[in-house]
C-alpha cells in the first residue's frame, strides 16, 4: 500500500464520524416510531434502568418497574451492563430520542473504531472509508423499529475486531492485541449471551485456520487462554446474575420454530433492499460474491478460507438443514438460524475490502459509499414517512401489531408497560402444568400473577399498584379476608424478600406456585410492599467490572497507534 498523507486519513476518519452521526442521528428528531413486541422489550429494558439511576442504583436482578412490575428475572437473564452505561449516557433525553441515541452511540464510536482496525489490516484510509459504511449499512434491522437488537449492533462490529486480534495473535502474541479481542468478546458477553455463543462459535473456525498457519502455536495458545481470562473477567457481573438465577428451575426462552426461520433463497436479493425485513444477505454481500468468483484464483489462502465459511453459513441457515430434528433440543435455544447472517455478511464484506485493496481506483469505492448512504437514508426514510403517513398514534392501553405507532406520550402512560406479557425465565413452579417449559404465553397460573391477581381462599382479588422503585412494588387489595392470602409476583429461592403489610414486615412463605403467601390476620383493605434485598456483593462486583472494563478500554485507546499493521 503507498503511503498516504495523514491529512487524508484524518479526512476520511472524520467523515466515518460526520456521516454515521447525521445518517443514523436523525432517528433522535423523531418523536413517534414503529414498534412490535422487540421494540417494547428494549424500550421496557431501558425505562427499568431508568428508575434504577434516578435512584442512584443499578436495577436488581428482577423487574418491579416494567414487565407488569411482578418481580420477573428480566434483568438478570438479559445482561445488562452495556445496556446500564449506554443509559446514563441518554438518560436525560426523551424516551424515543434516548432510544434512538442507545443505538447511536455505538454505531459511530464502532464504526471509528473498525476504520482504524482496516487501516491496521494494510488497508488505505479511504478503502477504509468504503468498509466502514458497507458495514454501517447492515444496522438497517436496528431503525426499522419493528425487530431490533442492541447485541446485533456490538456483535457485528465485535467480530471485525476478534478477526483482526486472532490474526495478530497468530502472527505476533502482541499483549495489545490479546487485551483488545477480549474487550471484544466482553462487549457482546455484557449485551447478549446467545450473540456471544455464536461469536465463540464462529471464532473457533478463525482460530483453527491461523492456529494452523502459525509459526508460534504455544504462544498463540498463552495468548487466547489469556484473553479467555480477561473476558471472564470483564464479564464476571453478568456471568454472576445469569448463574444466581439459573440454580432455579426456570422456563425456557419462546420455543420458535426454527425451520420458519431459515433464509428463502429466492426471495434474498429483494429481502436485501426493503427496509420492513429484517433478515438478509446485504447487497453488498451479493456484489462480494461476484467479486469472489470473477477474481478465485487471484485470492489467498485465507481469503478462499474465508469464502468458504460464508458459504458454509448460507447452508446452514436453508432448509437444506433438517431444522426440525433440533426443535426439542438445546440447539433450538438459538430461536432463528437467521442470526448468523450477522457473520455471513461481515465476512463477505470483510472479503470485498481486502479485493478493493487490488484496485487503484477510486470510482468503485465511491460508488459502494454512495450506495451505503442511499441504503441507510432510504431505509430510515421509509420508516419514517411509514409511520408518519399510515400509521395512527396507539391508544393508552392498546396494542397492535404495526396498526398503530407510539410517542413519548404513549410510553409515559402508567400501563404501558403491562401490555405485554413473556413466559421467559420464570420459576418453573409458576407453571400449572410443570412439564410444559417452552411456551409462547404465560400458561393460567402464571396470567393470573402478570395480570396482578392475588389469591384469597381461592377466590381471585385484582390489585392496584400504588408505586414502584428501583427494588420495591406497593399493591393496594380491597377486601381480602383473614387468613392465608398468595401475592401476585414471583420469587425465586436464592433471592432474598422482604414483605411489608400495611407498613409493617411480617413473616411469608414462598410457596409451590412461584408465588409468596402471606398471612392476614384482619379482613378488609391491605397494602402490601413486596422488596427485595440486593446483595452487598452484587454491588461490588457491578463497580468492579464497570472499573476494570474502564481502565481496559483506556489501555487499548492510549496504546492502540502501537498495534502491528498485519497483511491478509
Known amino acids: ?8 486519513s484524518k479526512f476520511y476518519f472524520l467523515m466515518v464520524i460526520v456521516l454515521n452521526t447525521i445518517l443514523f442521528g436523525v432517528n433522535m428528531l423523531s418523536d413517534t416510531m414503529t414498534w412490535k413486541q422487540d421494540v417494547w422489550f428494549h424500550i421496557s429494558r431501558i425505562h427499568e ?3 434504577a439511576l434516578n435512584n442512584g442504583q443499578i436495577p436488581t436482578l428482577v423487574s418491579f418497574n416494567s414487565f407488569s412490575s411482578v418481580g420477573q428475572a428480566v434483568n438478570g437473564m438479559y445482561p445488562q451492563l452495556t ?11 426523551a424516551p424515543i430520542a434516548q432510544y434512538f441515541a442507545i443505538f447511536t452511540i455505538p454505531i459511530v464510536f464502532g464504526s471509528c473504531v473498525i476504520f482504524l482496525i482496516a487501516k491496521k489490516l494494510n488497508v488505505s484510509s479511504f478503502n477504509a472509508l468504503v468498509f466502514t459504511m458497507m458495514i454501517s449499512s447492515l444496522m438497517r434491522p436496528q431503525f426499522n423499529n419493528i425487530q431490533t437488537s442492541l447485541s446485533m449492533v456490538i456483535l457485528t462490529y465485535a467480530t471485525i475486531v476478534c478477526f483482526y486480534s486472532l490474526k495478530v495473535i497468530s502472527e505476533k502474541n502482541d499483549f495489545n492485541a490479546v487485551l483488545l479481542l477480549a474487550v471484544a468478546v466482553a462487549l457482546v458477553a455484557n449485551t447478549h449471551i446467545l450473540s456471544t455463543i455464536l461469536l465463540v462459535i464462529y471464532l473457533l473456525f478463525l482460530t483453527a485456520y ?9 504462544k498463540m495458545i498463552c495468548g487466547i487462554t489469556m484473553a479467555v481470562g480477561v473476558a471472564v473477567s470483564l464479564s464476571f457481573f453478568t456471568i454472576y446474575s445469569i448463574v444466581k438465577l439459573l440454580i432455579n428451575h426456570l422456563t425456557s426462552p419462546t420455543n420458535f420454530l426454527l425451520v420458519n426461520s431459515t433464509l428463502d433463497l429466492d426471495k434474498l436479493l429483494a429481502n436485501s433492499v426493503n427496509w420492513k425485513i429484517t433478515t438478509s444477505l446485504s447487497v453488498f454481500a451479493f456484489i462480494a460474491f461476484i467479486m469472489i468468483i470473477k477474481n478465485w484464483e487471484k485470492l489467498s489462502s485465507l481469503e478462499k478460507y474465508l469464502f468458504g465459511l460464508a458459504m458454509g453459513l448460507i447452508l446452514v441457515m436453508t432448509p437444506f438443514i433438517p431444522w426440525a430434528l433440533f426443535q426439542d433440543t438445546p440447539i433450538s435455544i438459538i430461536q ?9 455478511n461481515v465476512t463477505l464484506i470483510l472479503l470485498m475490502m481486502f479485493l478493493l485493496r487490488r484496485t487503484t481506483k477510486k470510482t468503485i469505492g465511491i460508488i459502494l459509499i454512495l450506495l451505503s448512504v442511499m441504503i441507510i437514508f432510504g431505509n430510515i426514510a421509509n420508516n419514517w414517512q411509514y409511520r408518519k403517513n399510515v400509521l395512527t398514534i396507539q391508544k393508552p392501553g392498546e396494542y397492535k401489531n404495526l396498526t398503530t405507532s407510539i410517542n413519548n406520550n404513549s410510553i409515559q402512560e402508567p400501563n404501558f408497560f403491562d401490555i405485554r406479557h413473556y413466559p421467559e425465565y420464570l420459576p418453573k413452579k409458576s407453571l400449572r402444568n410443570n412439564d410444559n417449559i417452552r411456551l409462547h404465553q404465560p400458561d393460567e397460573q402464571q396470567f393470573r400473577i402478570f395480570n396482578h391477581q392475588a389469591l384469597s381462599h381461592g377466590t381471585k382479588i385484582t390489585g392496584e399498584k400504588k408505586s414502584t422503585t428501583y427494588n420495591s412494588v406497593t399493591y393496594d387489595f380491597a377486601n381480602v379476608k383473614q387468613g ?9 429461592d436464592n433471592l432474598n424478600y422482604k414483605v411489608l403489610l400495611n407498613g409493617k414486615s411480617v413473616h411469608f412463605d414462598k410457596n409451590s406456585q412461584g408465588s409468596i403467601t402471606v398471612n392476614i390476620p384482619h379482613s378488609g383493605h391491605q397494602t402490601i410492599k413486596m422488596e427485595l434485598i440486593t446483595p452487598k456483593f452484587y454491588n461490588i462486583i457491578w463497580k468492579f467490572n464497570i472499573i476494570m472494563l474502564g481502565l481496559v478500554i483506556t489501555w487499548i485507546i492510549y496504546k492502540f497507534k502501537y498495534l502491528p499493521k498485519v497483511e491478509v
Open 49 to 51: 434502568i431508568n428508575m
Open 1 to 8: 500500500m503507498l503511503k498516504e498523507k495523514k491529512s487524508f
Open 210 to 218: 491461523f492456529f494452523y498457519y502459525s509459526k508460534y502455536k504455544f
Open 484 to 492: 392465608k392470602f398468595l401475592i401476585p409476583f414471583f420469587v425465586y
Open 83 to 93: 445496556l446500564i452505561v449506554l443509559t446514563w449516557m441518554t438518560h436525560w433525553l
Open 336 to 344: 432463528f438460524p437467521t442470526r448468523l447472517l450477522i457473520f455471513t
